[in-house]
């Protein structure tokens, strides 16, 4: 069974368009692709796939693939 | 210019930036020190920011917005249309976007100045030029869909060194793609907003 963690990487492969390793750090900070547009992509596949919604408060705050992955198991 | 456009968008509006604003500039520029390296200094004194509004009101061909979120009325943003026809007939370039950091409004705020600007000025292309270093941005306008034209060298000089700036543009025949997309993301951002 793909781990959640694994399942978050794919998405973000997907929306970054690039291959992300099985644990690989991605944060907004440093990520040049990780723009505006692409961060509103993520939020969404993220929802869709785990099936979660963020908060305004989430979209601002969360800036990293470990953040996002400790919000999405917050709100399963 | 002195323009009367409100563009309403899903989670904000373009309102036409007022004398009024003066405060609102400084509060919205000065706010992010980190970003504010990619964009022109301004003088934190309101009264300094009055006097560019008054020659900016007497500037034709030149739009200047706020982004306010449309359920508080909250300026979040600026940005502008500017140089209306100045290229070429029927282009204009877009620019002086500064958002606030936690502010969801980059994706629908480009949304709506290419609406301003295809919709009610009739434009046949939007151009912008971002610096180089700026690469979040630079990244944004690839990621909308927009042209990557060609780098600019040393085109803006920002804190005593001149910086290459990227071109992008939009053309109007691509802009149906560019405003499903956009606006697909407005719509859901709109529905978190307080």
Same mark, same amino acid.
């Given at each position: 069974m *793909?781990? $959640?963690?694994?399942?978050?990487? *794919?998405? &973000?492969? *997907?929306?970054?368009?690039?291959?992300?390793?099985?644990?690989?750090?991605i944060?907004?900070? *440093?990520?040049?692709?990780?723009?505006?547009?692409?961060?509103?992509? $993520?939020? &969404?596949?993220?929802? +869709?796939?785990f099936?979660?919604e &963020?908060?305004? +408060?989430?979209?601002?705050?969360?800036?990293? #693939?470990?953040a996002?992955?400790?919000?999405? #198991? +917050?709100?399963? | 210019?002195?323009?009367?456009?409100?563009?309403?968008?899903?989670?904000?509006?373009l309102?036409?930036?007022?004398?009024?604003?003066?405060?609102?500039?400084?509060?919205?520029?000065?706010?992010?020190?980190?970003?504010?390296?990619?964009?022109?200094?301004?003088?934190?004194?309101?009264?300094?920011?009055?006097?560019?509004?008054?020659?900016?009101?007497?500037?034709?061909?030149?739009?200047?917005? @706020?982004?306010?979120?449309?359920? =508080?009325?909250?300026?979040?943003g %600026?940005?502008?249309?500017?140089?209306?026809?100045?290229?070429?007939?029927?282009?204009?370039?877009?620019?002086?976007w @500064? %958002?606030?950091?936690?502010?969801?409004?980059g994706?629908?705020?480009?949304?709506?100045?290419?609406?301003?600007?295809?919709?009610?000025?009739? %434009?046949?292309?939007?151009?912008?030029? =971002?610096?180089a270093?700026?690469?979040?941005?630079?990244?944004?306008?690839?990621?909308?869909?927009?042209v990557?034209?060609?780098?600019?060298?040393?085109?803006v =000089?920002?804190?005593?060194?001149?910086?290459?700036?990227?071109?992008?543009? %939009?053309?109007?025949?691509?802009?149906?793609?560019?405003?499903?997309?956009?606006a697909?993301?407005?719509?859901?951002?709109?529905?978190?907003l307080?």
């Amino acid at each position: 069974m *793909t781990s $959640l963690n694994d399942r978050i990487g *794919t998405v &973000f492969a *997907t929306i970054l368009k690039r291959p992300v390793e099985a644990d690989e750090e991605i944060a907004r900070e *440093t990520e040049k692709g990780w723009d505006s547009l692409r961060h509103m992509e $993520l939020v &969404f596949a993220l929802e +869709e796939e785990f099936g979660v919604e &963020f908060s305004e +408060e989430d979209i601002a705050c969360l800036d990293s #693939r470990a953040a996002f992955a400790v919000r999405v #198991r +917050e709100l399963m | 210019m002195n323009h009367d456009i409100v563009m309403e968008g899903s989670g904000y509006r373009l309102r036409p930036i007022v004398l009024g604003d003066a405060q609102t500039i400084v509060d919205i520029r000065l706010h992010d020190q980190r970003r504010n390296r990619f964009i022109n200094p301004i003088s934190p004194d309101p009264a300094a920011q009055d006097a560019y509004l008054r020659s900016y009101l007497e500037r034709a061909g030149d739009y200047y917005f @706020v982004v306010e979120r449309r359920a =508080t009325g909250r300026p979040e943003g %600026l940005v502008a249309i500017y140089d209306k026809d100045h290229e070429q007939p029927g282009w204009a370039e877009w620019g002086r976007w @500064v %958002l606030l950091p936690e502010s969801p409004a980059g994706p629908e705020s480009a949304w709506l100045v290419y609406k301003t600007g295809f919709e009610r000025l009739s %434009l046949d292309l939007l151009y912008c030029r =971002t610096v180089a270093a700026n690469e979040r941005v630079v990244s944004f306008h690839d990621s909308c869909g927009l042209v990557r034209d060609r780098v600019l060298k040393d085109y803006v =000089t920002l804190d005593g060194q001149k910086q290459d700036s990227v071109e992008h543009h %939009l053309p109007k025949d691509a802009w149906p793609a560019v405003d499903v997309k956009l606006a697909s993301i407005a719509a859901r951002v709109a529905r978190k907003l307080a």
